[in-house]
Nanobody, 114 residues
Framework: VQLQASGGGLVQAGGSLRLSCAAS????????MGWYRQAPGKERELVARIIISGEANYADSVKGRFTISRDIRKKMWYLQMADLKPEDTAVYYCKGSMRGYHYWGQGTLVTVSS
């Protein structure tokens, strides 16, 4: 099983980015899809998570600015980030859960300049 995260980059405060995660190497559905982030010197934290039913939850710090979505057929999920702030700077990781196992992508760096 492989998860490939992409879409990170450098953006000015107030800007937007869209992260993508593609899962491959397995049959069946991804039942839970998430985005986590880890800033320098901090622990990895949940940013957003969506389950196969479409129910989503967000960290308080990103509510109203970030939106998680998924394409079940393509085994992909996305994180649309708007109104980015310097404190959003981190390595963003996607996580997928299928068949009782959890898998992580390699991370994509998001840097927000002030």
């Amino acid at each position: 099983v492989q998860l490939q995260a992409s879409g990170g980059g450098l953006v000015q405060a107030g800007g937007s980015l869209r992260l993508s995660c593609a899962a491959s190497g397995f049959t069946g559905s991804v039942v839970a899809m998430g985005w986590y982030r880890q800033a320098p010197g901090k622990e990895r934290e949940l940013v957003a998570r969506i389950i196969i039913s479409g129910e989503a939850n967000y960290a308080d710090s990103v509510k109203g600015r970030f939106t998680i979505s998924r394409d079940i057929r393509k085994k992909m999920w996305y994180l649309q980030m708007a109104d980015l702030k310097p404190e959003d700077t981190a390595v963003y990781y996607c996580k997928g859960s299928m068949r009782g196992y959890h898998y992580w992508g390699q991370g994509t760096l998001v840097t927000v300049s002030s």
